[in-house]
């Protein structure tokens, strides 16, 4: 018997300025942790405002996460410490593992036409990998599947399994699922998720029914975060809607967590600042 996960909470992305200056939405961050362990924070910038994004965020550093950069529309620069630079393009994911600490920065040039939309996750790592090495796997829109459902549903597979393919982010110590899906006009969408494991999706347009009680058409912008179970059930009626759909194993640690590095310890946290103060921060080969 499959138990389907009702709405634990509904949440309104936030206009937050961050970086440079740069305008975008916050659909979760400081505030909503632990709720969504392992996740640490969700942005969705996007503008047809140049002026919006183009300050960019020049070079800072991470430690102890995760940064996954999802690009719709638009480019964005990025180089780091480690030599790597590059763009990323729309369709593209970059999934960086920051490990014991990287310097990068990230610039969004837009589309010719002004349009930059894209989302950043940031995933949290548990003690025991926070000082792994730093790595990324950098994704082309083309290694990353779309899978056609009978029900004309249409699903981006970034990361987990779907009718026995795999998505092209493997090898991630929290085991995610990283989904963006299409479901049609009057459609249900079904889809087996980890019982125990954190669930939440994120309506990037359109409107849906996000669990079976169809008490409410949630649109744009919302977080919707998942109570327990093993499925979740979507539904349209005559819009259809797209949605990332993101599910991870809960690591149920401390977080002590200040800018841009995310460690279990207060301790921790000052001594990673004062390493990159004294230069002495990266750890990298």
């Not at 996960?5 to 949440?11: G, Q, S």
């Not at 480690?82 to 310097?103: F, R």
Request: glycine share 10%; aromatic share 10%.
């Amino acid at each position: 018997m499959h138990s389907a996960r009702t709405i634990k909470k509904i949440l309104k992305s936030v206009p937050t300025i961050e970086g440079a200056g740069v305008h975008l939405k916050r659909a979760f961050g400081y505030h909503q942790v632990p709720q969504l362990d392992p996740f640490l924070l969700l942005d969705d910038f996007h503008s047809a405002h140049p002026a919006d994004y183009l300050r960019g965020f020049p070079w800072h550093p991470h430690r102890g996460i995760e940064t996954i950069t999802y690009i719709l529309q638009g480019r964005v620069e990025h180089g780091d410490s480690l030599g790597n630079k590059g763009v990323i393009s729309s369709g593209d994911v970059q999934w960086m593992t920051a490990g014991s600490g990287i310097i990068h920065q990230e610039m969004p040039k837009g589309r010719e036409d002004g349009l930059m939309w894209g989302f950043q996750l940031w995933a949290n790592l548990p003690a025991s990998d926070k000082m792994m090495e730093p790595r990324y796997q950098d994704i082309k829109r083309e290694q990353i599947p779309e899978i056609r459902l009978d029900t004309g549903v249409k699903i981006k597979l970034i990361c987990g399994n779907v009718n026995n393919v795999r998505g092209p982010v493997q090898d991630i110590v929290i085991d995610p699922e990283y989904l963006d899906v299409m479901v049609p006009s009057e459609t249900e969408f079904t889809h087996h998720v980890q019982a125990g494991y954190t669930v939440f999706a994120y309506v990037i347009k359109g409107e849906a029914y996000f669990d079976l009680k169809k008490e409410r058409h949630i649109g744009a912008e919302s977080l919707i975060i998942f109570e327990d179970g093993d499925e979740v059930k979507i539904s349209t009626e005559e819009e259809g809607a797209r949605f990332l759909l993101i599910s991870g194993r809960p690591l149920r640690e401390p977080v002590a967590w200040r800018g841009p590095i995310v460690m279990n310890t207060q301790e921790e946290l000052n001594i990673a600042f004062e390493e990159y103060e004294r230069g002495t921060f990266l750890k990298h080969r």
